[in-house]
Nanobody, 118 residues
Framework: VQLQASGGGLVEPGGSLRLSCPAS????????AGWYRQAPGKQREVVAE???????NYAESVKGRFTASRNHGLNTIYLQMEALRPDDTAVYYC?????????????WGQGTLVTVSS
């Protein structure tokens, strides 16, 4: 199973980016998913979690600016980021939980770097 986040890049403060994270190869079902980020010198933190019930929980720092979503048919999760700030600069990672290659487990994707700077 492969999970690869993409869509990062350099953006000015106030700008927008959309991250995508498709899962492929042996994905039977995805129960839950999430976006996380790790800024330089800091621990990885949750950005948004999509629960098994379909609820989406956001970190306080991104509420009202970021929107997480998923496309069940494409096994892809997204993170739409608006009004970006310099403190949003980090490597962003996606995570899924589900039946992957016959086993119920977590899977982390490779990250994508988001840099917010003028």
């Amino acid at each position: 199973v492969q999970l690869q986040a993409s869509g990062g890049g350099l953006v000015e403060p106030g700008g927008s980016l959309r991250l995508s994270c498709p899962a492929s190869g042996g994905v039977e079902s995805i129960t839950a998913a999430g976006w996380y980020r790790q800024a330089p010198g800091k621990q990885r933190e949750v950005v948004a979690e999509i629960t098994s019930g379909g609820n989406i929980n956001y970190a306080e720092s991104v509420k009202g600016r970021f929107t997480a979503s998923r496309n069940h048919g494409l096994n892809t999760i997204y993170l739409q980021m608006e009004a970006l700030r310099p403190d949003d600069t980090a490597v962003y990672y996606c995570n899924i939980v589900g039946f992957l290659s016959g086993e119920y487990r977590h899977l982390w994707g490779q990250g994508t770097l988001v840099t917010v700077s003028s």
